[in-house]
């Protein structure tokens, strides 16, 4: 299971109601999205980082390691605003680049948080039965779940080929890597569809109509933490503004 999952699921927070923390996390993300990115984009980080290592206990290095990959392809998205191409030299360094590249990185940034206070505290498996609810077709919540399920099995499979390339002294060289990578992906490749038959098969075979009914949880709405939740983003919003206006 990734790390994200695990503190999914053993979080303080996993028997809350789904929404409660889909508001939070949720409107965190809409005010990094819709407030002025200075200074509304740093208060949502740090609001979402110390909810995500305070009452939600999520370890800091399960949401550093999170978050590196995340971050290195904002990086490497705002790093072209900062020059300029045409005009009198081909490629040139644009004046207002890095004033741009401030703000698109400051709301990517925040909004990222946001979202991974969401994954670090609700399970997969909680949201998608809920969502039937809000009108989402059960064939694509079903086939996000079958996709879910699979990937784990997928990177099993793509663990066992590397260690058994190592043992086999595959990663020796560059040309020996080269060579390992590309029977890596190809056994993926056909374990993958080896495994997406029997998953049909097993369906067909216990009768699958279009709908796969589970068993989804009482979990009742805790009106403290939807009034907390609120205050938190009207103080978020009023201080943004607030800040805005004096700067």
């Not at 399960?62 to 020059?83: N, Q, S």
């Not at 369906?203 to 989804?216: C, K, P, Q």
Request: proline content about 8%.
């Amino acid at each position: 299971m990734l790390a994200l999952d695990t503190a999914a699921y053993t979080s303080p927070w996993r028997h809350r109601h789904p929404g409660e923390k889909a508001l939070l996390a949720l409107g965190l993300l809409g005010c990094a999205v819709l407030l002025p990115p200075w200074p509304g984009a740093p208060i949502v980080a740090v609001v979402a980082t110390a909810t995500a290592l305070g009452p939600a206990r999520l370890p800091v290095r399960v949401l550093v390691r999170a978050a590196r990959a995340p971050l290195l392809f904002i990086v490497t998205g705002v790093l072209p605003m900062l020059v300029a191409v045409g005009g009198r030299h081909l490629v040139g360094w644009d004046p207002a680049g890095p004033a741009t590249a401030a703000r698109l990185g400051g709301r990517a940034g925040a909004a990222l948080l946001c979202l991974l206070l969401f994954a670090a505290t609700t399970p997969l498996a909680d949201v998608l039965p809920r969502l039937h609810r809000l009108g989402v077709p059960p064939a694509v919540t079903e086939i996000a779940a079958l996709i879910y399920r699979l990937l784990f099995t997928l990177l099993a499979a793509a663990h066992a080929v590397r260690e058994a390339q190592a043992a086999r002294l595959g990663h020796r060289t560059w040309a020996t890597t080269y060579r390992s990578l590309a029977g890596q992906g190809a056994a993926i490749f056909v374990r993958a569809f080896d495994r997406a038959r029997r998953l049909e098969e097993g369906l067909a075979l216990r009768g699958y109509t279009g709908s796969l009914r589970v068993d989804v949880p009482v979990r009742r709405v805790s009106p403290p933490f939807v009034a907390t939740s609120l205050l938190i983003l009207a103080t978020i919003v009023a201080a943004t503004l607030t800040l805005r206006s004096i700067v």
